[in-house]
């Protein structure tokens, strides 16, 4: 088990700061961090390696855009299911190649009910649907409501910004 | 949105790449390797695909809770009328990480990243005293999985 928090100084952030519009598209991309925090390429790859293990940073990657890629339907799958069963079919959920994240989160009864939420994105409404029906099969009569929660329009999209300091 | 039209060659880079990418010296130039393309193809490929907006970010990805800070989901339920009002209120701030307009009476979904845990509390009641709606605050308890597997 990874700690919570893990520890990082200013020149960790100052690398995150750095690398939040994106990693440098130059040849030597790391150099060009260290350019602007003021290390070594090197350095700046050790601590980068340093925080992908620590979990500070999830992984170095493409985060493509669902919509442009013709994957135009976008369910908000939520259930409301037996607490006890939760963390052991979360993982069976999660697993599915067709659901991009899954959490447990709160309920806050009256006006929340569901308790699991798992992102599917599909081609259509249809393809939606039918990966729902899938979940459905695997949580069997643990599932006492669920919904899909279609999203409409992308009203910001920024990510998350970390101040440099 | 429309969509974007791709090649085989920028579907197996976005695929690739998904799941991540070399620290080394000159990672474009082992990532092309691989893909079997050039360093210099590669590196304008990524630069075609995030200015179509194919891909709305290319690289380090941080978890905030890691750093200490606060993240959460949260949800109002909008008067249609009342919608771009709303919207705007809750985008100002720049906590706010991502917003979509959904088909539900919680009708706006939004996730609120913060420097501190604390500051989350701060931030919904902000929004509550601004738009003079009752936030849903349903942060994450436990997390499944959490991966980009999608292929292209």
């Known amino acids: 088990m990874k700690a919570d928090v893990s520890n990082i100084d200013a020149l960790d952030r100052a690398i995150i700061a750095a690398t939040q519009g994106g990693l440098p598209l130059k040849l030597r991309p790391y150099d060009a961090v260290g350019d602007v925090v003021g290390l070594s390429g090197n350095e700046v790859q050790a601590r980068i390696l340093v925080m992908l293990d620590s979990g500070v ?36 959920v999660g697993a599915l190649e067709f659901v991009s994240h899954c959490y447990h989160r709160p309920r806050h009864i009256p006006h929340w009910p ?29 599932v006492n409501a669920s ?18 300091q | 949105m429309n969509e974007v039209i791709l090649d085989d060659q920028d579907r197996s880079i976005i695929n690739a790449l998904q799941g991540g990418f070399p620290v080394c010296d000159r990672p474009y130039l082992e990532a092309a390797s691989r893909l079997g393309i050039s360093e210099d193809e590669l590196i304008s490929r990524i630069e075609t695909l995030l200015k179509s907006g194919v891909l709305s970010r290319f690289g380090p990805l941080v978890n905030a809770e890691r750093m200490g800070g606060g993240l959460t989901l949260a949800a109002l339920s909008v008067a249609e ?9 809750v985008n100002a701030h720049p906590e706010i990480a991502h917003n979509y307009e959904r088909e539900h009476e919680y009708n706006m979904w939004f996730v609120i990243a913060t420097e501190t845990k604390q500051e989350i509390s701060t931030i919904i ?17 436990e997390e499944f999985f959490i991966g980009l597997k999608l292929e292209v």
């Not at chain 1, 992984?59 to 052991?88: C, Q």
């Not at chain 1, 919904?147 to 440099?164: E, M, N, P, Q, V």
């Not at chain 2, 009328?81 to 705007?88: G, K, P, S």
């Open chain 1, 57 to 92: 940073m999830r992984r170095i990657g493409v985060v493509p855009n669902h919509y442009k890629l013709g994957f135009n339907a976008n369910g908000m799958t939520v259930w409301d299911i037996n607490d006890e069963h939760i963390s052991e079919l979360g993982q069976k």
């Open chain 1, 114 to 142: 569901y308790n699991m939420f798992a992102m599917v994105h599909g081609k259509t409404r249809e393809e939606v649907k039918s990966h729902a029906k899938e979940i459905s099969a695997i949580l069997g009569n643990n």
């Open chain 1, 147 to 164: 919904d899909i929660i279609y999203s409409k329009r992308i009203l910001k999209k920024t990510g998350l910004r970390i101040a440099a």
């Open chain 2, 81 to 89: 009328d009342d919608f771009e009002r709303v919207a705007e209120l």
């Open chain 2, 125 to 141: 009641n902000a929004i509550e005293a601004e738009t003079g709606l009752s936030v849903l605050n349903v942060p994450k308890m």
